[in-house]
């Protein structure tokens, strides 16, 4: 089946512009992430979704960060007023119990450019 | 807080050559341990997981054991190919296997490149 799908691949945007970044889970999946990933660095972790409702958000930088999932499945990250250090790739991923535990699985990401 | 430390990259190593890539962690309570792998061009997958004390994961021929006396989950491979050539992260949930969901905490990545 489908994989997590992220849209847009890229995207520049000028400093204090708005950006939104699409996030499409695995179909079935309750549970959704977003991380953001630095040149060189590891992922980091911002938000987690169980269903519709944000169920950690202790991750989000700041409050210019807002992330949503109104229906349960698509999912919206929203920034505010972008800032060159916002630039980055941005993951998502969708979750199911596997054999022994929960897996996440990784969508391509979004490379965010703010110049 | 949880925290993963991986062993300083790049490495560089000739095919067929055994491969380690240390992993130490802390966090409270019981992790599940995870390595995802990032080939070129691609998004993050994941390789291997343990989520107990003493399990040992394995993909690919890949393996890693979950050691919590020396809270440590290391990498390793007997004989690397070119195409084992990626960025490696080690992880950790802040959750045990079974129980409920949990957001990762990712190390820093180590960059492997195998030459032929």
Known sequence: GAGVSQTPSNKVTEKGKYVELRCDPISGHTALYWYRQSLGQGPEFLIYFQGTGAADDSGLPNDRFF???PEGSVSTLKIQRTERGDSAVYLC???????????QYFGPGTRLTVT | GDSVTQMEGPVTLSEEAFLTINCTYTATGYPSLFWYVQ??????????????????????????TYRKETTSFHLEKGSVQVSDSAVYFCALSDRAGGTSYGKLTFGQGTILTVHP
């Open chain 2, 39 to 64: 080939y070129p061009g691609e998004g993050l997958q994941l390789l291997l997981k343990a989520t107990k004390a003493d399990d040992k994961g394995s993909n690919k021929g890949f393996e890693a």
């Open chain 1, 67 to 69: 992330a949503v999932r």
């Open chain 1, 93 to 103: 991923a969708s979750s199911s119990f596997v054999g022994t535990g929960y897996e």
